[in-house]
């Protein structure tokens, strides 16, 4: 800001008077500069003068007009609401979104691109592992996230407390059971072990997947929380054993078969055709987008996932991952 005094200072000698002709110019920083009206409020405020003993003593007028501008500045503010705030205004919103690391970021990337378009920028955050985008969404690090189905986000609220919830779903990504050893599931030896997620609702997402392979076979109304101790029946006494889902796909080595979801199977590059069994397309395990409950109903939130549920986001997923990830829409 650049505020001119001179003409506020009261005309009280003609050493003031002569000082008059020539302005005093108080730059302050980080102060927008003030227009018309708000120079004459200043103008009328200035005009105050101490009388002492007969002697006319003009305030000193840089440090008042130092004040008087700081008073003002939110007068200044509201003048800055023409053309210029409103420029200000519609610079666009950053909205962070978080994934886990595999080919879900390429989708949401694509989305990014149709939501620049309007004027929203999204940036992409990817994580190593599964834990991190729920406690970065908690903590405000993100602004959104899109790498979990419902149950595993259930599990996660009930053990973290996280006041996240689950908004609209974005795709299925069907899990598979592999090996590097064995062409076929009937193939697996008796006693043998087989690696599944340590996290409850995936863990449980792989029992369902080894009884679809004919495996095992759970107990009647085990549901999304089933673990190792509801399997009814077990012909080839297989031990299972959890680990990490980031490394189920190294431990193919290691055991006979090992339960991997898309996005590490992906990153592996195990080919889904030769997959002992794979998950068909169901609701029950989709990808949701979550965010937490204080910005569920953001407007930036809500427009990325709308542009995300799109006919030409569609026809991405299709062309790239030739049905290997399919849209819920």
């Not at 000193?60 to 008087?68: E, K, Y």
Request: proline share 6%; net charge positive; glycine share 8%.
């Amino acid at each position: 800001m650049l505020l001119e005094i001179g003409a506020a200072v009261p005309q009280c000698s003609s050493r003031i008077d002569r000082a008059e002709a020539r302005p005093a110019r108080i730059a302050i920083s980080g102060v927008p500069a003030l227009t018309s009206p708000t120079l004459s409020a200043l103008s009328n405020l200035l005009r105050g003068v101490v009388r002492r003993r007969g002697e006319r003593r003009p305030y000193g007028a840089a440090p008042l007009a130092l004040a008087i501008a700081v008073a003002l500045s939110g007068v200044a503010s509201a003048e800055q609401a023409g053309p210029q705030g409103a420029a200000v205004a519609a610079q666009p919103a950053v909205l962070r979104v978080g994934v886990s690391a595999g080919p879900y970021g390429d989708i949401l990337r694509e989305a990014a691109k149709l939501a620049a378009g309007q004027g929203l920028k999204v940036e992409v955050i990817e994580f190593s592992d599964w834990n991190q985008p729920n406690a970065a969404l908690q903590s405000g690090d993100i602004d959104l996230n899109n790498f979990q189905h419902r149950p595993y986000l259930a599990s996660q609220i009930k053990a973290r407390g996280y006041g996240i919830e689950a908004l609209d779903p974005s795709i299925v990504v069907p899990a598979g059971i592999y090996s590097s050893k064995y062409a076929k599931a009937t193939d697996i030896p008796a006693g043998a072990t087989a690696a599944i997620p340590n996290d409850p609702s995936n863990a449980a997402r792989a029992l369902f997947l080894f009884q679809q392979a004919g495996l095992i076979k759970l107990r009647a109304g085990a549901g999304a929380d089933a673990t190792v101790a509801d399997i009814a029946d077990n012909p080839k006494g297989l031990k299972f054993t959890e680990i990490d889902a980031a490394q189920l796909a190294r431990s193919l080595d290691d055991v006979a078969a090992a339960f991997v979801s898309n996005n590490y199977a992906f990153l592996a590059g195990l080919d889904q055709k030769k997959a002992l069994a794979l998950e068909t397309a169901s609701s029950d395990w989709s990808l949701v987008f979550a965010a937490r409950a204080d910005r569920k109903d953001d407007p930036a939130v809500k427009r990325y996932i709308a542009l995300y549920r799109s006919e030409p986001v569609k026809l991405f997923i299709a062309e790239k991952f030739k049905g290997t990830i399919l849209p819920t829409w």
